[in-house]
């Protein structure tokens, strides 16, 4: 939980959400806690509770339920579930080569992730603009991050 608070804190300032480096921590999770899908998810909820309780966790040092009610409560959302599902992944066997099965639960993460974003931004920019402001400007950044926690994995 100590390293998605301080990788949730490197951020890239955008409007209505920043690009920071929480997927990262959220992919390492789902990669080394694959022993017990309920312990992965409860790391994220755990930090998602100390938020909403009032310690800076989120990005920014920001906390408290106007994150959880804010642009990107879905992204937090989609945290939990990435996280779930990567770890119940896990032990399926896409290809033969660890590394490219590794790449791929991080995209399937990081689609997760930012479909879950999209449908709650959605509710506030319209479908559209969610994409445009919540979803696009990811895509690319999150192809990157799911290759580089791998190398370093």
Known sequence: MALLTICSQ???????IFISLQTVAVM??????TYNKTTASLTILSYITLGAMGIPVFG???SGLRILFGPTAGYLAGFVIAV???TSLEDKIFTSNK???Q???CLIGNIIIMSFGWMWL?????PSGA???GVLPFIIPGIIKSVLINWTY
Request: a positive charge; proline letters at 6%; zero cysteines.
């Open 131 to 133: 994409f445009y402001g």
């Open 103 to 105: 790449v791929s639960l």
């Open 60 to 62: 920014e040092f920001s």
């Open 99 to 101: 590394w490219l099965n």
């Open 84 to 86: 779930y599902i990567m």
């Open 122 to 126: 959605s509710k506030l920019l319209g």
């Open 28 to 33: 390492f999770i789902g990669l080394t806690l």
């Open 10 to 16: 490197i951020v890239t300032p955008m409007k209505p």
